[in-house]
């Protein structure tokens, strides 16, 4: 099967393909190289995808359509994976602009790209920063969603909103997945896990934001995968098996939002502790206030993804956060640069 893999270059769509590729499939990925984190990481990642003669890659941004285009036109995708995105919800406050290109206009493209080639399964990358100030607990699929405390969960929104009304209009199935941070080796720079490891090694202060008070849905990068790679065997419209659970499959078109994580939060100060024990070294802690467009905890409920595909994360934050230190010292990452500005 041939698969079209957006963000390719990226965090999870790095793995993405990987995990493909090793599957057996042909993967064409699609990406920018956009200087939000060091270049030289992503450049890493696509290196070593390349080593399979099953690989090929397109360099270009999501709103440039006749690149998102001609990266389709290598090999016609029967399934299409949309894991591109401007990320990170601080940054969404100094970049607004950013969010918008990629995280709407930039899905767009690849709407269109999926109405003029029809795949068998669309399938698109949201957050978990979508329930914004829900405070039911856990965040059911059902759920409303309508108050994003950021832009970037705003444009995430957006794009969801899009896909449904492309699967309705152009029968496209469609299904988006709602990430619940995910972690592990080759992760971004401007990520937690990432900068506190880097912190800690180097003996700075850790940066600890709602005073440590929080807790966050961890979910280990080779978990998400293998929910990505069951779910797109579950194509709405095509497969429709009834969920033992409350279903999103929407009653206008083949079309389905599924929650991926373990729905087991951890609180930020035992993340921190896993961190220490793996490095060896206490950190030094810099308590702040929250920052705006976070939120206190976040906390999946998975039910839908087991009825779906028999499988829920369950990897132990202690077991994820000793493979991204092992990787990390491996990669030497005394080069790679933090997030910093888009340039204009």
């Known amino acids: 099967m041939h698969i079209l893999v957006t963000g390719a270059a990226g965090f999870i769509g790095f793995h993405v393909a990987r995990r ?18 060091d270049v030289a990481l992503k450049r890493a990642r696509v290196s070593l995808l390349r080593d399979s003669p099953h690989f090929s890659f397109v ?99 957006g794009m969801e909103a899009m896909a449904h009304s492309y699967a309705h209009l152009f029968d496209i199935p469609s299904t988006m997945f709602r990430f619940f941070t995910v972690y592990g080796p080759w992760g971004r720079p401007d990520m937690a896990l990432f900068k506190f490891v880097d912190a800690i090694s180097a003996g700075r202060p850790i940066d600890v934001y709602g005073h440590g008070k929080m807790a966050r849905d961890f979910t280990y990068i080779d978990d998400l995968v293998e929910a990505i790679i069951r779910l797109a065997a579950v194509v709405p419209g095509e497969d429709n098996r009834q969920a033992t659970v409350a279903d999103t499959l929407s009653r206008n078109a083949p079309y389905r939002v599924v929650n991926i994580a373990g729905g087991r939060p951890t609180p930020l100060m035992d993340f921190i502790a896993a961190i220490e024990a793996c490095l060896g070294s206490k950190a030094e802690l810099n308590m702040m206030d929250m920052q705006p467009g976070d939120v206190p905890q976040t906390f999946a409920e998975p039910a839908l993804l087991k009825a779906l595909t028999g499988y829920v994360p369950g990897t132990p934050v202690e077991a994820g956060v000793r493979a991204f230190v092992q990787w990390y010292r491996e990669y030497r990452p005394e080069s790679v640069a933090v997030a910093h500005p888009i340039p204009a």
Not at 20 to 37: K, P, Q
């Open 59 to 157: 360099e270009g941004m999501l709103e440039d359509r006749e690149a998102l285009s001609h990266a389709a036109g290598l090999q016609h995708p029967e399934i299409i994976l949309h894991l591109a995105a401007q990320a990170g919800v601080r940054y969404s406050i100094e970049a607004p602009e950013a969010y918008i290109d990629s995280n709407l206009r930039g899905s767009w493209s690849v709407l269109e790209l999926a109405r003029a080639l029809k795949p068998r399964h669309l399938l698109m990358a949201s957050t978990s920063s979508v329930y914004g100030a829900n405070e039911h607990v856990p965040f059911g699929e059902c759920d409303r969603a309508d108050e994003p405390l950021s832009l970037y969960a705003a444009t995430k929104k």
């Open 20 to 37: 493909l590729l090793e599957d057996g499939h042909s993967v064409t990925g699609f990406d920018g190289m956009t200087s939000y984190y």
